[in-house]
């Protein structure tokens, strides 16, 4: 098998080579004096040290398309990053040559990226005797997540890298990823690959792209061009294939997958721009004035649902998904099916001719299922619902029609109850809850009279306009225990979560601060948990380490928002809600 190597000079400061440090004792997985964002799950440097990085430090990896590309930008990174730490690691630079060389080693050269590749890896730094650093991997996807560990170890200008070092790292969870809604607000496809980017640099693996709702359908598809065209909300804010080819190709690149989301039979009202016979109740107010909460026509302004009686439906659903598949390569397909409302097919007269003869609207439902389901399985795709589509208490289907081994179900509602309620079913799970993991909450509510903010000074503001307030703090979101309740065996079916920005308030001017570092808490704690080798949860100890991996994002072009004022680094423990024992 063919090597790369990779080289890129520097110049060395002769000046550099006196930098005068104390010495420490031996440090445990929990404390060390390099941050590593997320914890690796092993992690042993009995005497820590540090050596320096040559001025013509190499990478050598097996060729792959897409790690050696991976490999490239890393060695570029670490030689010209030269991030200064907010306090500079205590450690002893020793005397031994600089480190050569970062020799990978690559056990199947052959898997691709998808749902439940080995992402484990193994690296190791030596602090004299060789000037060879190892990292082996089972995959391509598992050395990239190596290299990411191996950059947050190198620092300072010249480059130093941490030696000394055995990482031994696999994650908790193989589904981490990140929803971004680019319906209600568009993202320009540059924010859309600065998102992947942090993704990757969090160890987190799954963009799920949430592309159109009722509000604007932006996706350019060659068999149905005039839904974007109509549905979009300009020229300028639609993705072309080509755009999505660069988003697929860029999430290669980072071993990150791209998960698309077209979400129906509801949250569809875009849709009716080019074929308003297909959707049910398109520009309806949706809220009736004096109507009762049950009889709204949707959950949020923006009307329309796909109606599963129109004949014409299937031949554009079947034209969507295929359209989809092509473009997005991932055997993850997500279907949507959440929040259908009663009163917006009940309106359709095609609906009320089939209520009168004693159908349901449950069973409208599970003829839309039963007509797109076996479809997206036949091209090898994974479906992937909102948790509706099983729980919901009103429009639903019967189990025997989603069979477990094509479906996964995605909860958002109750916590960990409707996680219990989807795997008592034997489904697998992805977690997504809005009591822990949507980053839009607490920004109060978008409507433009809402009476809710006209009261007399004094009244409690209640929810603030927020469906899903509070806001959801880091520290909220990493001590969330996603299979919190569940058997053993029930937790073995939770594949993992994503954290979710819906864009009613969000678009790339807010972007990076609404998602990072709170998205980050996520990523460590789906990658090695969130607590330590005691069982206590570790989020006291994770704070110095989020706000030094936050500072780091920052100066790696990610706009994450600060966690504390810098003066809580400058005077650790002080800012604890428990005074720091002094010995």
């Known amino acids: 098998m063919g090597y790369t190597i990779l080289s890129f000079p520097l110049p060395l400061s002769v000046v550099s080579l006196f930098i005068f440090c104390f010495s420490i ?16 799950t092993t992690f042993l440097w009995t005497h820590p040290q540090a050596i320096l990085l040559s001025p013509n430090f190499t990478i050598s990896n097996p060729y792959h398309r897409y790690l050696t590309t991976a490999a490239n930008r890393y060695l570029r990174q670490v030689l010209t990053e030269h991030h200064q730490p907010l306090f500079k690691p205590p450690l002893n630079l020793t005397s031994a040559p600089p480190l050569q060389f970062l020799i990978i080693t690559i056990t199947d050269l052959t898997s691709p990226l998808t749902h439940g590749v080995d992402e484990s890896y193994a690296l190791t730094i030596p602090s004299s005797g060789s000037t060879n650093a190892t990292l082996s991997a089972h995959t391509a996807w598992g050395a ?3 290299l990411e560990t191996f950059s947050q170890l190198v620092y300072s200008k010249p480059a130093i890298v941490a030696s000394g070092l055995y990482i031994s790292d696999v994650p908790l969870f193989m589904h981490r990823g990140i929803v971004l809604d680019t319906s209600r607000n568009y993202y320009p496809v540059e924010d859309l690959l600065r998102l992947v980017k942090a993704v990757s640099m969090n160890k987190l693996n799954v963009f799920h792209w949430h592309i159109t709702d009722s509000h604007s359908f932006p ?15 300009g020229e300028e804010m639609k993705y072309t294939a080509d755009d999505v080819n660069r988003v697929v190709e860029f999430g290669m690149e980072y071993g990150v997958r791209i998960v698309p989301e077209i979400d129906m039979p509801a949250h569809t009202g875009s849709w009716a721009e080019a074929h308003p016979e297909i959707v049910t109740c398109a520009n309806m107010f949706w809220w009736p004035a004096e109507a009762k909460w049950a009889d709204r026509f949707a959950s949020e302004p923006g009307t329309g649902q796909l109606n599963p009686l129109s004949p014409k439906i299937y031949e554009v659903v079947k034209n969507v998904v295929k359209d989809v598949a092509t473009m997005f390569p991932d055997s993850f397909y997500h279907a949507g099916g959440d929040e259908i409302i009663p009163n917006c097919w009940k309106v359709d007269p095609s609906v009320q001719t089939f209520l009168s003869m ?9 003829m839309f299922v039963n007509s797109t389901l076996p479809y997206i399985t036949s091209l090898n795709r994974t479906v992937v619902y909102w948790e509706d589509v099983l729980l919901d208490p009103i429009i639903k289907v019967s189990p025997s029609i989603l069979p477990p081994e094509n479906v996964i179900l995605q909860t958002w509602n109750k916590g960990p109850n409707n996680t219990k309620r989807v795997v008592a079913s034997g489904y697998r799970v992805i977690v997504s809850s809005s009591d822990f993991y949507y980053l839009d909450c607490g920004h109060g509510g978008f409507l433009g009279n809402d009476s809710q903010y006209d009261q007399p000074p004094g009244t409690d503001p209640g929810n603030g306009g927020s469906w899903c307030e509070p806001f959801k703090t880091w520290q909220t979101i990493y001590n969330y225990d996603i299979t919190y309740g569940l058997s053993e065996t029930e937790s073995k079916l939770v594949l993992g979560g994503e954290v979710a920005l819906w864009s009613e308030q969000a678009d790339s001017t807010v972007m990076d601060s609404r998602i990072w570092p709170r998205a980050s808490a996520m990523g460590e704690a789906l990658w090695s948990g969130n607590r330590d080798e005691t069982g206590k949860k570790r989020y006291a100890e994770a704070t110095n380490r989020l706000n030094e991996w936050r500072y780091r994002m920052v100066s790696r072009g990610i706009g994450a928002e600060p966690i504390q004022p810098l003066w809580c680094m400058k005077n650790p423990g002080m800012c604890n809600t428990v005074q720091p024992f002094v010995s």
């Open 25 to 40: 004792p031996g440090i445990s997985a929990v404390r060390y004096p390099i941050n590593v964002w997320p914890k690796p």
């Open 144 to 146: 990239m997540r190596g």
């Open 219 to 233: 996706l350019v598809l060659p068999s149905e061009p005039e839904l974007a065209e109509k549905g979009a909300y």
């Open 358 to 366: 004693n159908g349901t609207l449950s069973q409208i439902l599970e």
